[in-house]
């Protein structure tokens, strides 16, 4: 039977991220899914949750430590962290499953934990801090799966099996004829529904979404997404910016149609990041105009589908040229969309561990 043992950085969600994605549609194997242990004070979740068929969720017993910490606190807790997953294993007769890393820390596991090889898929840039542990778990693992080219410079020091495993899509969540238009998002004033999804906190720079906000008063930017109570200051007084919280994701299909275009905001957490998030193919599956606030020091990802902005100027040019795009990028948009569904992703995934022997 084939087994994967996922260690992942993210705890299970409803909106979700690219490991469950992936794991999701890889249905010819049992996997055991490790989450990271709750937030101080946060009530911990039921143990061997059953989220799908083939998936089962686990969560650490407490946090992992940091690279920082003192070595031997540092081994305490990671010998209880495996203690707990080896218990798993076997309770649930796992003997030697593919190990799928989704970050440096999980470094520490490999020298713990009995598998049969190691999968790192590598989803964003990590800081410097994890460099070392990085550069551990690049070397030891069979195969890589890079987000972009340039985690792929990145790592190709380590490993000489890197596979380009961009982010993805469904595009047939974005694609259906009808839709419903949410009572949140009828009657909004303006002349053009400008739409963001995802959550807006200190790591997300403003700056362009009031300047545009301000200089084009007949346009209504929607943000879709948590609200920390920092931005929410920050926002404030802007009347054509509006707030609508989190939304559930299988309902942004329709918060989509009903704007003229999509944007996203430049995060400085992914400063020098190639990597084009998940959020970008689903704006590009609904078909609308596409406006990013980049990183000037970043190289368009893809500049035949994408307007990019670097200032808040530039972003109000960037959208006026957006609104104005002609019909026939709608549909370009939408095929590329549907080249680069999470479907096709894991069949890649698939197809590179059977060629690697890991299935």
Known sequence: ???????????????????????????????????????????????GRRVRAHVTVYTLPSPLPS????????????DKAADFIQQT??????????????????????????????????????????????????????????????LIRRLSPYSDNIALLPNGVNPLLFTQQEHTVPAAMRDLPGRAILGRAGSVTAKVDLEPLLYAARHRPEWTFVLMG??????????????????????????LPDYFFRCDLLFDLFRHDRAGSDVVPAVIYEYLAAGKPVVTVADP????????????????????????????????????????????SWAGRAAQVSSIFQGTGLF
């Open 1 to 47: 039977m084939k087994q994967i043992l996922c260690l992942s950085y993210a705890p299970w969600q409803a909106r979700s991220n690219r490991t469950q994605q992936l794991l999701t549609r890889l249905t010819d194997a049992q996997i055991l899914f490790f989450e990271p242990a709750p937030p101080k004070g946060a009530p911990m979740p039921e143990q």
């Open 67 to 78: 690279p920082q910490e003192h070595p031997l606190l540092r081994r305490r807790k990671l």
């Open 89 to 150: 294993m076997s309770r649930r007769q796992f003997q030697e499953p593919v190990l799928w890393c989704t970050a440096p820390v999980h470094a520490w596991f490999l020298d713990r934990l009995a598998y049969r090889g190691a999968v790192y898929d590598c989803h964003r840039f990590w800081n410097e801090t994890f460099l070392d542990l990085e550069s551990d778990l690049a070397r030891h693992a069979e195969v890589i799966f890079a987000a972009s080219s340039g």
């Open 226 to 251: 948590r609200v920390t109570r920092q931005a929410v200051q920050q926002l404030r007084g802007q009347d054509n910016i509006v707030l609508l919280g989190p939304v559930n994701p299988l309902d």
């Open 297 to 340: 020091e970043v190289e368009d990802t893809l500049p035949q589908l994408i307007h990019t902005a670097y200032d808040g100027a530039g972003f109000v040019r960037a959208c006026r040229e957006a609104l104005s795009d002609a019909p026939a990028s709608t549909t370009r948009r939408q095929a590329f969309a549907q080249q680069s």
